[in-house]
């Protein structure tokens, strides 16, 4: 247990996620478990696809990988952060992931899963590193949360860019 940071369980369709310190653990039900690796880097975070056959992880190696989880194999790497990437999350296609950057790089990235492609520019608004992203049901929404105390809602314009509303604020430092 000492070299333990801390853990996530995550139980979709009878999957397991744990993580250790600058690893992940996948424990498949009756299989062995698939031990991923950011360069030896500290991993921020993790998510499951919707189908739960992808795990996205975000590094501060400044990098999004996309692994299979049948094999553990690493499908793409996604660069373009200049700081860790402390939030990830797939939409509820699992065609698209978004991604928060952390420590100088405070912007929200989104990628196509299928090719590793950025989609569009970055989305820049929040001050300070984020945290936290999560889309809506249908995808046509982005939420975004920052150590600058806001929430910030981006929805698609009609041109497929994403625009913030107004943020979110209420939260503070105590």
């Known amino acids: 247990m000492g070299d333990v940071d801390w853990h996530v369980c995550v139980d979709v369709r009878a999957l397991r996620l744990v993580r250790l310190k600058k690893k992940i653990l996948i424990f498949l039900p009756c299989?062995?478990?698939?031990v991923l690796t950011h360069r030896n880097r500290r991993v921020w975070?993790?998510?499951?696809?919707?189908?739960?056959?992808?795990?996205?992880?975000?590094s501060e190696d400044n990098t999004v990988k996309i692994?299979?989880?049948?094999?553990?194999?690493?499908?793409?790497?996604?660069?373009?952060?200049?700081?860790?990437?402390?939030?990830v999350c797939f939409d509820h296609t699992g065609k698209k992931l978004a991604s928060g950057g952390g420590y100088g790089d405070?912007?929200?990235?989104?990628?196509?899963?299928e090719s590793g492609a950025p989609i569009g520019s970055p989305l820049n608004g929040h001050s300070h590193s984020v945290t936290s992203v999560a889309w809506n049901n249908d995808g046509?929404?982005?939420?975004?949360?920052?150590?600058?105390s806001?929430?910030?809602?981006?929805?698609?314009?009609?041109?497929?860019?994403f625009e913030c509303q107004s943020p979110l604020t209420g939260h503070s430092d105590l």
């Open 31 to 34: 299989l062995s478990c698939f």
């Open 67 to 87: 692994w299979e989880t049948s094999t553990g194999t690493c499908q793409s790497t996604l660069t373009g952060h200049t700081g860790s990437v402390l939030s």
């Open 45 to 58: 975070s993790v998510a499951w696809s919707p189908d739960g056959t992808k795990v996205a992880s975000g």
């Open 106 to 113: 405070h912007s929200v990235r989104l990628w196509s899963t």
């Open 140 to 148: 046509t929404k982005l939420a975004s949360g920052s150590w600058d």
């Open 150 to 161: 806001t929430v910030r809602i981006w929805s698609v314009g009609s041109a497929g860019t």
